[in-house]
């Protein structure tokens, strides 16, 4: 009994330690950096693996999530990418996809300065003033109304560019 305690101990130690609060700082750690980038790898190729399908719940449903990390997914997006690989067609749409996640459902942030927008209102108007193709010209207008409200969502990017 006392070895299954001691390896339960051992075992745990490490969790306790990644979840410690470190003062209410905010934390972007190498987990979620690892997070943000399969996102992006898994959001990259939309036609192959539908973006509502039940595979890419696991970036929206469990935790972590990015509509957790809010305006963080940006700050890890910039630690993953530089900027000509940010303006690459696959990945200006992979992080368009994970932004407007991210800013899905404001109760969800963790962070309460990760509920304000500034890196992802910068890269934005970055992506508005580096790329050309109209869809993703629409895109970062739909985004741009809706991150404020942190209303983000697929059917309503989708009325939106129908306009």
């Not at 973006?51 to 509509?67: C, G, I, Q, W, Y």
């Not at 990760?114 to 739909?142: H, M, S, W």
Request: aromatic residues 10%; charged residues 25%; hydrophobic residues 40%.
């Amino acid at each position: 009994m006392r070895l299954a305690s001691w390896i339960f101990a051992i075992l745990m130690s490490p969790i306790s330690l990644v979840c410690q609060d470190k003062g209410g700082a905010p934390q972007l750690t190498a987990y979620s950096i690892n997070f943000v980038a399969s996102a992006l790898e898994f959001f990259a190729d939309p036609p192959h693996r539908p973006v509502a399908s039940f595979e890419s719940k696991r970036f929206t449903n469990l935790s972590p999530s990015l509509p957790q990390l809010g305006d963080a997914v940006t700050i890890a997006v910039l630690k993953i990418l530089d900027r000509n690989e940010l303006l690459a067609p696959k990945e200006t749409n992979s992080y368009l996809l994970i932004v407007r996640e991210a800013f899905s459902d404001r109760t969800k942030v963790t962070e309460k300065t990760n509920a304000d927008p500034k890196a992802t209102f910068f890269v934005l108007d970055y992506l508005q003033e580096k790329v050309g193709d109209r869809n993703v010209q629409k895109r970062i207008a739909y985004l741009r109304q809706c991150i404020p409200h942190f209303n983000c969502s697929p059917h309503e990017e989708y009325v939106f560019k129908s306009k």
